[in-house]
């Protein structure tokens, strides 16, 4: 199985961190003086950061210089990192840890490709940072999801080529770069939403332990 490598994306497959996005986006709107509810935060998922800001003061009709812009980043990400620090091994999903002791056992190297700049703080602060062959993250990139840029990075980190990777993603914009990167595409989430995958499942406590012995080498 050495000529099988694995990438994970981060949030919402190994960790839930979008709903400490949205309080801090949240708390943004709040400041600014408009509500900023569930739903419009579905608008920014698997968006980069800048990007956010312009749909979220959007929804706010709010127009703001560039250096309010930029000061209200760093802000934001001040307060979202209060979040994180309080994180702990309790925040890893169900079905990671088992998951990731069925790839140690078959000699399955994995990576995290992650458009988060946090992912390495993250990662540490849950405990898995050191079971990780490299991290892939969003200082390693300049082309966010779905361009495949992050994946193949990711390919090039295992030593493999991207037909011989796994990615395991809860995004469509991440299914659609691990497709483009012609790499073997798991769903995890709703399989309606995440249909363009090569596997669906709801979350990774649903993987058959033979999935890579058998489904993947097939």
């Known amino acids: 199985m050495n000529n099988t490598g694995v990438i994970f994306d981060l949030d919402g497959v190994i960790v839930d961190t979008a709903k400490y996005h949205y309080l801090a986006w949240k708390n943004l709107a709040d400041n600014l003086g408009f509500e900023f509810t569930e739903t419009h935060n579905e608008l920014l998922k698997g968006v980069s950061r800048v990007r956010s800001l312009e749909i979220l003061l959007d929804i706010g009709k709010v127009d703001l210089s560039e250096d309010k812009k930029r000061d209200i980043l760093v802000a934001k990400n001040e307060d979202y990192l209060k979040y994180i620090y309080k994180m702990g091994a309790n925040e890893i999903l169900p079905g990671v840890e088992n998951l990731l002791n069925t790839l140690d056992a078959l000699g399955i190297k994995y990576v995290l490709g992650s ?75 709703d399989d309606n939403t995440l249909s363009d995958a090569d596997f669906n499942f709801k979350n990774l406590t649903e993987i058959p332990h033979n999935f890579f012995t058998e489904v993947i080498s097939a």
């Open 115 to 189: 458009a988060s700049k946090n992912a390495p703080l993250i990662l540490n602060q849950v405990g898995l940072f050191d079971r990780f062959r490299g991290i892939v993250d969003g200082n390693s990139v300049s082309k966010a999801k779905p361009d495949p840029e992050v994946f193949l990075i990711g390919a090039e980190k295992l030593n493999l080529k991207p037909e011989c990777c796994v990615v395991f993603e809860d995004a469509i914009a991440g299914i659609e770069a691990a497709n483009k990167a012609n790499m073997i595409s798991v769903g995890v989430g």
